[in-house]
């Protein structure tokens, strides 16, 4: 059980950093913000991957491997461009 979670802690780190590294522009936020967004987009990744591919590797539950890093970081980067879209102001 607690394996499980320091594995999501983890996978939120690297997804979360890798994704605001990739993504254009100045994303707010610090290594808790980080880790959420890659959580979170562990969550859409896996969503993502099941609904496209019928897998289900970015939501498994402690499964630090390179397919749930690459669907979490892919849902990572699907949650920062929707952010980026609803945070955007009218000039």
């Known amino acids: ?7 999501w802690i983890v996978l939120g780190l690297i997804a979360g950093a890798i994704a605001k590294a990739v ?7 610090g290594i808790f913000a980080t880790i959420g967004l890659g959580i ?3 969550l859409v ?6 609904l496209f591919l019928g897998t289900s590797a970015g939501a498994t539950a402690g499964a630090l491997s390179i397919p ?3 669907f979490a970081i892919i849902g990572a980067l699907v949650l920062l461009f929707l952010w980026g879209m609803l945070t955007r102001r009218a000039v």
């Open 1 to 7: 059980m607690l394996i499980d979670v320091i594995a």
């Open 23 to 29: 993504y254009p522009g100045h994303q707010g936020g």
């Open 40 to 42: 979170l987009g562990a």
């Open 45 to 50: 990744g896996g969503w993502l991957g099941n």
């Open 68 to 70: 749930s890093i690459i």
